[in-house]
Every structure is written in C-alpha cells, then in structure tokens.
T-cell receptor, first 115, second 111 residues
Framework: EAGVTQFPSHSVIEKGQTVTLRCDPI?????LYWYRRVMGKEIKFLLH????????ESGMPNNRFLAERTGGTYSTLKVQPAELEDSGVYFC?????????????FGAGTRLSVL | RKEVEQDPGPFNVPEGATVAFNCTYS??????FFWYRQDCRKEPKLLMS???SGNEDGRFTAQLNRASQYISLLIRDSKLSDSATYLC????????????FGQGTTLQVKP
C-alpha cells in the first residue's frame, strides 16, 4: 500500500515568489493534515481537512497560505508571496476513522527554502 | 510554557544500554498520546500509542501518568538502529485531529 506522498521533496525560491506543495494521502483516508517545522522548533499543526472540507485551519499563519483539497483526494498548499520566515519542512499526514484517536501517517515532507 | 516539553538531548549511549525519555504535557484534558520516531530528513513514524495502563512492544515500554501529566518511553538493549529523534505527541482535547508535538529527543547509540 502506498504511503503519504509529497511533492516536491525540496523547493528553493526567492522571497516574493509563489510555491505550491502537493500531498497525496493514503487511499481511502478522509482526514488530511498539514504541519510545518521551522528550524529549531517543534512540528506545528497548520490545518485539517475532512474530505474536501476544512475542519480546522487554526494553525494557518496568515492569508499568504492557501490550502485546497478539491474532490477530497490530494491537497495543495500554496504560499503566495513567500517570505523568508516561511522556510521550513512542510509535512502532510492522513488518517481514517475517529480523529480523536486516529493514527496519523506522515509523508516525508517538502523542504522549503525561501532566499 | 510549551504544550509538550521534552529534553532535546542528545542522549549518547552504548549499544545494549537502557535509556529513558520523558515528556510532560500542559493540558490535563488531553486523551491520546503517542511516541513517534523520526530519522534524519524522513517522515515521523508512529512508534507506539501510549495507554493509561502502560504498554510494551518488544524492547520498548511506554508509560502514562495522568496525575503528573507525564509520559515516558523506555528502550532496553539499545541497538545502533535505534538512533533517531523521538517525538512525544499529544492529541488536542476535543473532537479534533490536531496533534501537538514536542521538540523531540535525539538518541545516538554508539558501538
């Protein structure tokens, strides 16, 4: 069974540019999450989709970040325009079943460097 | 105060040693607890869920102390392959899938 896949694995962009990250969850998982780890800090929650609906976007830093999950399958996270502080590793995770007790499976992450 | 706190280490131990990691969490209403393992530049992978009664999986034992809001992970007979970062993770209370991570504890097992 394929795990959570993320693309690209690494992106280097200049400040002010736009970047779009993609996540393909495990097939059949309705829950999809985005997390981020900036250097020296812990992994932090960004948002949670249930199918195509945003269940919780309390962790999104600001309106430069836009997440979508059209059709309830893969998700994209767009950063526009990117700032230096957006650099970090962006993880996607997916799960099925009851969210409070679910096991989340993570992708390998996209390492974003904003110069 | 961080919601989940861990000693970042690093813990440097010889093969065969027993090592214990501790973690504290701030929200007493938390219900679900996990240890994840993360190898360098890889994805976090679930190592164990942590239950109130404590649970064991081979060389790994996890304990939960709700009164002290404290979680532990014990690794016996350390192997070189155990070298990794161990993440203490707590689910936000309520009907939410939001996971709250500690900063991670780095373990280096040496021959």
């Amino acid at each position: 069974e394929a795990g959570v896949t993320q693309f690209p694995s690494h992106s280097v962009i200049e400040k002010g540019q736009t970047v779009t990250l993609r996540c393909d969850p495990i097939s059949g998982h309705d829950n999809l999450y985005w997390y981020r780890r900036v250097m020296g800090k812990e992994i932090k929650f960004l948002l949670h989709f249930v199918k195509e609906s945003k269940q919780d976007e309390s962790g999104m830093p600001n309106n430069r970040f836009l997440a979508e999950r059209t059709g309830g399958t893969y998700s994209t996270l767009k950063v526009q325009p990117a700032e230096l502080e957006d650099s970090g590793v962006y993880f996607c995770a997916s799960s099925q079943g009851m969210v409070a007790k679910n096991i989340q499976y993570f992708g390998a992450g996209t390492r974003l460097s904003v110069l | 105060r961080k919601e989940v706190e861990q000693d970042p280490g690093p813990f440097n131990v010889p093969e065969g040693a027993t090592v214990a990691f501790n973690c504290t969490y701030s929200n007493s209403a938390s219900q679900s607890f996990f240890w994840y393992r993360q190898d360098c530049r890889k994805e976090p992978k679930l190592l164990m869920s942590v239950y109130s009664s404590g649970n064991e999986d081979g060389r790994f034992t996890a304990q939960l102390n709700r009164a002290s809001q404290y979680i532990s992970l014990l690794i016996r007979d350390s192997k070189l392959s155990d070298s990794a970062t161990y993440l203490c993770v707590v689910n936000q209370p309520g009907n939410t899938g939001k996971l709250i991570f500690g900063q991670g504890t780095t373990l280096q097992v040496k021959p």
